[in-house]
C-alpha cells in the first residue's frame, strides 16, 4: 500500500486573522465556528470530517482528546488521529494531527496512556513516556479478501503529546477474526500488569502485557450476554466506587452500531467484577448510557489525579445511521459536553448515571430564575436577555401539585420557533415513560432514519428534575441527577426562540428553576 504522508501546518481557516510558527494552533474569535449549526461550546474539529473520541489521558495539567479524523473529506474515509488539549476540559486548543495512516494501515480508534513506571522502555531522560495503542486497518489486505486485516499498533510521546513516534510492526497480530479492534488499556494494580480491552465481533476479549509490548490473551465476556443487534466497539473497563459507600464495582462500556434501543449506534454498559483475567456479571438485563440517538463511541479519561477522582466521559454525538449526511458544510460531527459518569443504586440495581462536569458552570453568562407556577395546560416560558440556542436550563417538577389536581397523564417542555418547528422533550405518567421527540425539529429529510420518538421506560417519584443543555444543533436531557440521558441532535431551519411548558389531563407545578445563557468557547 502506498504510504500516506500528511502535512500539517496550521492554516487559519474561517476568517481567522493571525498565525504563529507554533506548531499549535492560536486562533482568534473574530467570527470564528460561526457556521450555521455550528455548536458553540461543545467540541468540534476546525473542518472535515470527525467520529470516535479516543486516546484521551491527562498529563501535567493538560487533558488531551484525540479523535477520528479525516483531514480531506467531510465523510469517513482513511483515518487519522486528530488532536486537541485542554485546561479546563471546555476550552479546547487544536493540535496538528497525531497519528496519520501508513503501511500497514489505517489509524483506528484506541486509547492512550502515561506509562509512569517507564515499563515500555521507551520514556527519555527519567520521564514517562506517553503511549498511544490503536488499530491499524489495513484496506489492501481488506480488499484482497483477508479477513486478518486488523491488528494493534502503538506509539509514543517524550514532548507531552506533541510529537508521536509509531513503534515498527503491530504488537498484537490479528488470530483471524475480522472485527478486532479498539484497544483500550489500563494499569492493573493487583498483578501490576498493562490490561487490554478489545472489541471481538460480538464480544469482549482482555490481554495483558508486562509492557505494553508484548500480550498475551486473558479471557473473553459478552458473546451471551448484552445486546447483539450489531458489531460490537470501543469498549472501556474500570473501576468505579459506589456513591455514598466504599463498595467497589468494575464497570464495562460497550458501543454496539448497530442495535440501539431506538435505532441505530448506541452504548451499552454492564457492572461486575474484573479478576485480571475476564469479567463477570449478574446483570441479566441490558443497561443503556444514553437513550438518544446521538452518543456513540464515548470512552473515559486515563490518569485522572487521585485527588480529583472522577470518571470522566465523552462521546461521539452522532450516529452512523445517518451521520455521513447531516447538514453541515464544512465540519461534520461533534462531541458531546464532557460528563462524570457516578455509579449509583436505584430501584435496587447499579446503574451509571452521567452529569454533566462542573467546569460548564465556567461559561454561564446571564442568569434568570423561573417563577413557581402549575401548569395545567399549556404556557409560554418568559426569558428574555436568554439566547435558547446556547443555553443551560434546570427546570424541576412537582407532580404531586399542591392544588390537589391529579398527576398528568403527560407533561413536558417543547422548544419551537415561528416556523412550527418543535423539540418535544416529555414523560407519559401513566406509561411511565420518558421521550424527546425531533420529528418536527427542522431538517430531517436528508436521513429515512433521522425523524422519531426516543423513549426509555421510567419511573418517577414525586418531582423530577430535568437539566437541558442547547446548543445551536443538539439537545442533552439529563433526568433526575443523570439517572436518565438522551442526547440527540436536531437542524431547524430557524432557532429556537421559544419554550412551553405543557401537561394533559393533571397538573405539575414548576419550582425552584433557573436557566443560563452560555458564553461560546470558540
Not at 423561573?370 to 395545567?376: A, G, I, M, T
Amino acid at each position: 500500500m502506498k504510504t500516506i504522508l500528511i502535512l500539517f501546518t496550521a492554516v487559519l481557516i474561517f476568517g481567522c486573522t493571525t498565525k504563529t510558527n507554533n506548531p499549535e494552533v492560536i486562533i482568534e474569535a473574530n467570527n470564528y465556528y460561526s457556521e450555521n449549526y455550528r455548536p458553540q461550546f461543545h467540541f468540534t474539529p476546525e473542518e472535515k470530517w470527525m467520529n470516535d473520541p479516543n486516546g484521551m489521558f491527562y498529563y501535567e495539567g493538560e487533558y488531551h482528546l484525540f479523535y477520528q479524523y479525516y483531514p480531506d473529506s467531510t465523510v469517513w474515509g482513511p483515518m487519522h488521529w486528530g488532536h486537541a488539549v485542554s485546561t479546563d476540559l471546555i476550552h479546547w486548543k487544536h493540535l496538528p494531527v497525531a497519528l496519520a495512516p501508513d503501511e500497514n494501515g489505517y489509524i483506528f480508534s484506541g486509547s492512550a496512556v502515561v506509562d509512569w513506571e517507564n515499563t515500555s522502555g521507551l520514556g527519555e531522560d527519567g520521564l514517562p513516556p506517553l503511549i498511544a495503542i490503536f488499530t491499524y486497518h489495513n484496506p489492501v489486505l481488506e480488499k484482497e479478501g483477508k479477513i486478518d486485516f486488523q491488528t494493534q499498533g502503538i506509539a509514543y510521546s517524550n514532548d507531552k503529546g506533541r510529537t508521536w513516534t509509531k513503534y515498527g510492526e503491530p504488537v498484537l497480530k490479528n488470530p483471524g477474526i475480522r472485527d478486532f479492534r479498539d484497544p483500550k488499556v489500563m494499569w492493573y494494580e493487583e498483578s501490576k500488569e498493562w490490561i487490554m480491552t478489545l472489541a471481538v465481533k460480538d464480544h469482549i476479549e482482555f490481554y495483558s502485557s508486562p509492557n505494553l509490548i508484548d500480550w498475551q490473551k486473558e479471557g473473553d465476556f459478552g458473546i451471551d450476554l448484552g445486546a447483539h443487534g450489531g458489531v460490537w466497539e470501543c469498549p472501556d473497563l474500570f473501576e468505579m466506587e459506589l456513591e455514598g459507600s466504599d463498595e467497589k464495582q468494575w464497570v464495562l462500556l460497550v458501543s454496539i452500531n448497530p442495535g440501539g434501543p431506538n435505532g441505530g449506534s448506541a452504548t451499552q454498559y454492564f457492572v461486575g467484577d474484573f479478576d485480571g483475567n475476564t469479567f463477570t456479571t449478574e446483570q441479566s438485563d441490558t443497561k443503556w448510557l444514553d437513550y438518544g440517538r446521538d452518543n456513540y463511541a464515548g470512552v473515559t479519561w486515563s490518569d485522572i489525579p487521585k485527588e480529583d477522582g472522577r470518571r470522566l466521559f465523552i462521546g461521539w454525538m452522532s450516529n452512523w445511521s445517518y451521520a455521513t449526511v447531516v447538514p453541515t458544510e464544512k465540519w461534520r460531527s461533534a462531541n458531546t459536553i464532557p460528563r462524570e459518569l457516578v455509579l449509583e443504586i436505584y430501584n435496587d440495581e447499579y446503574i451509571l448515571a452521567s452529569n454533566p462536569v462542573d467546569e460548564l458552570k465556567e461559561i454561564r453568562g446571564e442568569k434568570i430564575e423561573l417563577s413557581e407556577q402549575v401548569v395545567s395546560s399549556s404556557v409560554e416560558l418568559e426569558m428574555p436577555k436568554i439566547e435558547l440556542m446556547c443555553s443551560e436550563m434546570k427546570l424541576n417538577f412537582n407532580l404531586k401539585p399542591d392544588s390537589g389536581d391529579n398527576a398528568p397523564e403527560e407533561f413536558g417542555i417543547v422548544l419551537k420557533n415561528d416556523k412550527g418547528e418543535y423539540f418535544k422533550i416529555g414523560y407519559y405518567h401513566t406509561e411511565n415513560k420518558f421521550y424527546t421527540d425531533r420529528s418536527e425539529g427542522g431538517i430531517c429529510s436528508f436521513s429515512d432514519n433521522f425523524a422519531g420518538l426516543h423513549t426509555a421506560d421510567y419511573k418517577a417519584g414525586e418531582t423530577m428534575n430535568i437539566h437541558l443543555f442547547v446548543d445551536k444543533a443538539s439537545v442533552e436531557v439529563f433526568v433526575d441527577g443523570g439517572k436518565l440521558v438522551f442526547t440527540d441532535i436536531v437542524f431547524p431551519k430557524e432557532s429556537y426562540d421559544k419554550i412551553e411548558l405543557f401537561s394533559t389531563n393533571g397538573s405539575v407545578k414548576l419550582f425552584e428553576s433557573e436557566v443560563w445563557s452560555l458564553k461560546s468557547v470558540w
